[in-house]
């Protein structure tokens, strides 16, 4: 796949960054007094993870994980590797989960189940999207943003093999044939 494969915006910068203020709105009615703990999951969630903190105006912490499920494909394994796991204390705290996207949602499942057997006091999920239609485990998906069709999207943090992440909206990517 090359920068020659055809993009087109499903979401733009303007479309993200209001679903972004809404997502903050309701994280901050349930967040405010509890100094919650908002936990990235990386790489993809990270630009997300910066706009939706700056949203934020109330005392927090903010940690980073990393997992990968993809390797250089479209489509997950179904095997979640750890790259860089909770090293931090989440005990009796409250716990926000920051996804770029919900696919299969089995990273978000690996993770919430990690941190309920750490005893975190709540964990919640904040998903900038969700594909819906890939979904192979339940997942509550508390703060849920963009529905993404059964397609391969880029940027906005999301990628293919590293590329397109730093585009500015999310695209639908079709390889040329």
Same mark, same amino acid.
Not at 85 to 96: A, D, I, P, Q, S
Not at 119 to 148: F, M, N
Not at 162 to 169: A, G
């Given at each position: ?11 733009? +910068? ?14 901050? *009615?349930?967040? +405010? ?12 969630? %990270? ?6 903190? +700056? ?10 994980? *990393? ?38 949602? =089995?990273?978000?499942? %690996? ?20 594909? #819906?239609?890939?979904?192979?485990? #339940? ?6 943003? =963009?529905?993404? #069709?059964?397609? %391969?999207?880029?940027?906005?943090? =999301?990628?293919?093999?590293?590329? %397109? +992440?730093?585009? #500015?909206?999310?695209?639908? =990517?079709?390889?040329?044939?």
């Amino acid at each position: 796949m090359t920068f020659t494969d055809k993009l087109s915006v499903l979401y733009s +910068r303007d479309e993200i960054a209001s679903k972004i203020k809404l997502l903050a709105q309701d994280i901050k *009615r349930d967040y +405010r007094d509890k100094n919650p703990i908002l936990i990235s999951i990386l790489k993809g969630s %990270f630009i997300f993870m910066a706009d939706l903190v +700056r949203e934020l105006d109330f005392p927090l912490e903010v940690e980073f994980v *990393r997992f990968s499920s993809y390797g250089k494909g479209k489509k997950s394994s179904g095997k979640i590797e750890v790259i860089q796991g909770v090293t931090f204390e989440v005990e009796n705290r409250h716990v926000l989960i920051i996804d770029d996207i919900v696919d299969s949602g =089995l990273t978000c499942k %690996f993770l919430k189940d990690i941190l309920i057997e750490k005893k975190a006091a709540s964990v919640k999920v904040c998903a900038l999207s969700s594909k #819906p239609s890939q979904h192979t485990v #339940p997942v509550d998906i508390d703060y849920s943003g =963009l529905i993404v #069709p059964d397609k %391969f999207v880029v940027g906005y943090g =999301l990628d293919f093999n590293q590329k %397109f +992440r730093n585009l #500015p909206d999310i695209c639908l =990517l079709e390889e040329n044939k």
